[in-house]
């Protein structure tokens, strides 16, 4: 009997926490309406989350974009068609690589910060203080996060393949003598604002809120020792990566 | 009116802030409370004493709501925490203060925001009255020069001072203190035992002591009670407890390092595990 249930017992263990996770949003969404009230709170969370990891998100938006043009036009001389390389580096951005992208770098940058900072919150009985000053820390604590993440992935992702377009430029046009005009004419004739653009943004909103759902559900139910906060932090990265990962082709499929 | 005090002689319990009844609480399969009767009276310092592990924390958190106990009832100011909402709990404990073993300032805000962090958020007072007020509560505790520093740049016991002020910033009808005295040097100590007095007598709290620093407690305590084994082994006043002829009392009050709370944590025959019993190797 024991050797038929040890291998189900980690997928017993990993529902469980899906299932815990699930609460824990469902816990989030109630406490919405009352983290209105703490406006400022979350104003300074996209702050954190979003304005401090720009220097991260420009800066690998140009090197992604300088590579994806360097392998695409020697790819593309191939078959003579160096002039849709605006158009290649334009959609695989918008619609894949920025939004993956970010958000795989926002889980490294701003998830783990999330969940260290509410790991120690919870270690050091911060957590506890609230409550006990009736206060909501998913309130307080909490619902903030998970929206400034929410607010924070779409503008990260759009800085990103901002970036990524300009140094596909600067590779094809000012480096391989690419021309100008039929780097920007063709990009625009075939990216559509809607199939690409908008369809890109919902993506990266979506994994703006599973990756803080995660960082967030991860501080908090963290085991209130150094060792638990460095597990939770560790778990963060992985699961938001997994989840981030799993949804885009889920949403990719739906999209198209 | 000759009847109230009459009534407050014979039924201690009318006068009692805190009604415990039959609390009874297992964790993780270890029984920490078996049935436990408990009054703390208003406007008094009780403490609660006992061996560390005894679940002194535990029943703080039973009293605060902050944890369900198994069974048994806790009265505080008249309402059964084990019952009421959620929202009943959170006005609840708007009055009351609560001094955490480790202080659990908020590391992100100043001693100032910390300290005005209960009234920004419950009222809405001008900036003013605010700043006021917890000017006052830090004049209190002797660190309104403190206040903008941030907790990091404090000692041991100014931490503990400031999550005073906070505890008592909005006038909390009862505050309990988990283990104020512990890493404290006999100055700090002596500051915070002054502070406990001095509160108690001129805001009229009540207040809980958790704590097992005898001497520091007979000194303010009003009434003790001794908790071992998820029991409560012996109650009353400093010196009648010092007097008192219970093991309990005797072991714990002489600090004897076997007794009625055993020196071994529960374990498996000695010499069985050492593979001794029987004459096996």
Not at chain 1, 24 to 53: C, H, K
Not at chain 1, 191 to 216: M, R
């Amino acid at each position: 009997m024991n050797v038929l249930r040890a291998p189900l017992l980690p997928l017993r263990a990993g529902l469980a926490q899906i299932g815990a996770c699930g609460i824990f949003l469902f816990r989030i969404l109630r406490a919405l309406p009352l983290s209105l009230r703490y406006l400022r709170e979350t104003v300074r969370q996209v702050y954190f989350v979003g304005a401090m990891s720009l220097v991260i998100i420009m800066t690998c938006g140009l090197f992604v974009g300088m590579v994806l043009g360097l392998q695409l036009y020697h790819t593309l001389s191939i078959f003579g068609g160096t002039a849709a390389l605006g158009t290649v580096v334009a959609l695989s951005l918008y619609r894949e690589l920025g939004p993956v992208v970010t958000a795989l770098l926002f889980a490294g940058r701003a998830g783990t910060s999330i969940t260290a900072e509410i790991g120690l919150m919870r270690a050091t009985d911060q957590i506890d203080a609230m409550e006990m000053m009736a206060v909501d820390p998913l309130a307080f604590v909490v619902a903030p996060r998970f929206l400034a993440g929410i607010i924070a992935m779409p503008i990260l992702a759009s800085v990103f393949n901002s970036l990524g377009i300009l140094g596909a430029h600067l590779v094809g046009v000012s480096w391989l003598g690419l021309d100008n005009g039929t780097f920007w004419s063709n990009m625009t004739a075939n990216v559509d604002v809607w199939e690409d653009v908008i369809n890109g943004l919902w993506k990266s909103t979506a994994f703006g809120a599973v990756i803080t759902l995660i960082a967030t559900f991860q501080g908090y139910s963290t085991a209130p020792t150094s060792e638990g906060v460095a597990y939770a932090t560790t778990r963060t990265v992985v699961f938001s990566s997994i989840a981030t990962l799993m949804i885009d082709f889920v949403m990719t499929a739906f999209l198209m | 009116m000759s009847a109230t005090p009459a009534s407050d002689g014979a039924n201690p319990r009318a006068d009692a802030l805190i009604s415990i009844r039959g609390l009874s609480t297992v964790l993780n399969g270890k029984t920490i409370f078996d049935g436990i009767d408990l009054d703390i009276p208003r406007g008094r310092i009780t403490a609660v004493m006992g061996p560390s592990g005894t679940g002194k924390t535990t029943l703080m958190r039973h009293i605060t709501g902050q944890l369900a106990p198994d069974a048994g009832e806790i009265r505080v100011d008249g309402q059964d925490v084990t019952r009421i909402s959620r929202d009943a709990l959170f006005g609840l404990r708007e009055k009351i203060g609560y001094l955490f073993q480790n202080s659990a300032l908020l590391t992100d805000y100043s001693v100032f925001e910390n300290v005005a962090f209960p009234l920004r958020q419950h009222l809405k007072l001008p900036e003013a009255i605010v700043r006021n007020i917890v000017l006052t509560k830090l004049q209190a505790v002797g660190l309104r020069g403190a206040a903008d520093l941030m907790p990091s740049e404090l000692s041991g016991g100014m931490v503990r001072r400031v999550a005073l002020a906070r505890a008592i910033v909005r006038d909390p009808m009862m505050i309990i203190y988990d283990e104020p005295f512990v890493g404290l040097d006999p100055i700090a100590l002596n500051q915070i035992l002054k502070l406990i007095r001095t509160l108690n007598d001129t805001l009229g709290v009540t207040s809980i002591l958790v704590a097992h620093e005898l001497a520091a407690v007979r000194r303010v305590a009003d009434r003790i009670y001794l908790l071992a084994g998820g029991k409560i082994v012996a109650q009353g006043g400093p010196d009648e407890l010092a007097r008192g002829g219970t093991p309990w009392t005797q072991q714990f009050f002489n600090g004897e390092a076997d007794g009625p709370v055993p020196f071994h944590y529960p374990a498996p025959d000695y010499a069985t595990q050492l593979g001794l019993a029987g004459g096996k190797p």
